[in-house]
């Protein structure tokens, strides 16, 4: 009986020593863009494209799917993302491009019709800042030319770990909003970008305004007449595996 219970107390007494001295693993965070083969999300999108004032709606749907995973030679892993579109639900999805996606230094790196975007840096953090534009000759956040201004403006995140409930009925705790620009000028146009991502899910909101006023004709100077630009809004549906 004594033997018994000094093995007892001798098993307790280690075990709490290796809960006490046993390292806490830091949370990186890289399951706001989970990278697997199989995982499917599909997005209600409203576009509305402006010219000369006029407007063209269109609402339809994107299914993104990584479809497949290439290991180089120096054990680097690229994920290939399949997308395609729909009318909506009731039709066929045909296919719409390719992308491809990879970690690069705690850094989510998405190829976007042969344009490198930096679309997460790991571990997440309010206020954390990079330039999206890291891997292309774009200007430094402004993806088109029209909107540059010589302003450095980094994607930064604004908010992470909060309640996000989509008009698509589709809800979370801990969304991750990035904003990739904030320009809105009286006179020169509008370019407001945003992304919002979910753990486990991966992207599930985007919203892209961008306006280009009339400058060129002084009667119309100030008077924010839109040449052209486009305003999209895209809304996770769905999510799932394969």
């Known amino acids: 009986m004594r ?10 007494l280690f075990v709490n020593s290796c809960t ?3 390292p806490t693993q830091p949370d990186m965070g890289f399951d706001y863009f989970p990278l697997k083969v199989g995982i499917y999300s599909i997005y209600q999108v409203d576009e509305t494209k402006i ?14 799917t990584i479809i497949d995973s290439i290991v180089s030679t120096s054990g680097e892993t690229t994920y290939i ?10 039709g066929s999805w045909k296919g719409l491009d390719t992308w ?10 998405q190829n976007e019709e042969n344009v490198l975007f930096v ?8 206020n954390l800042s990079w330039d999206g534009n890291e891997f292309n000759d774009l200007p430094f956040n402004n993806e088109i030319k029209d909107f540059y201004d010589g302003t450095d403006v980094p994607y930064v995140i604004s908010s992470i770990n909060e309640p996000l409930s989509l008009n698509t009925t589709f809800t979370t705790g801990d969304a991750l909003v990035v904003i990739q620009n904030d320009l809105n000028d009286t006179f020169t146009g509008v370019d407001e970008r945003k992304e919002i991502y ?18 060129e004709d002084p009667s119309c100077y100030g008077q924010q007449n839109i040449d052209n630009g486009v ?3 895209q809304n996770l549906k769905e999510h799932g595996e394969m």
């Open 3 to 12: 033997f018994g219970l000094l093995f007892l107390l001798v098993f307790t």
């Open 20 to 22: 006490e001295h046993e």
């Open 51 to 64: 010219s000369f004032s006029v407007e063209s709606k269109a609402s339809y749907e994107i299914k993104i």
């Open 81 to 90: 993302l399949r997308r395609e579109k729909r009318s909506d639900e009731s």
């Open 100 to 109: 491809s996606a990879k970690m690069i230094n705690n850094r989510i790196v």
């Open 119 to 126: 679309k997460l840096v790991f571990p997440p953090s309010v």
């Open 198 to 215: 979910a753990r486990n899910v991966g992207l599930i909101y985007k919203e892209v305004r961008q306006l280009v006023y009339c400058t």
């Open 231 to 233: 305003i999209l809004i």
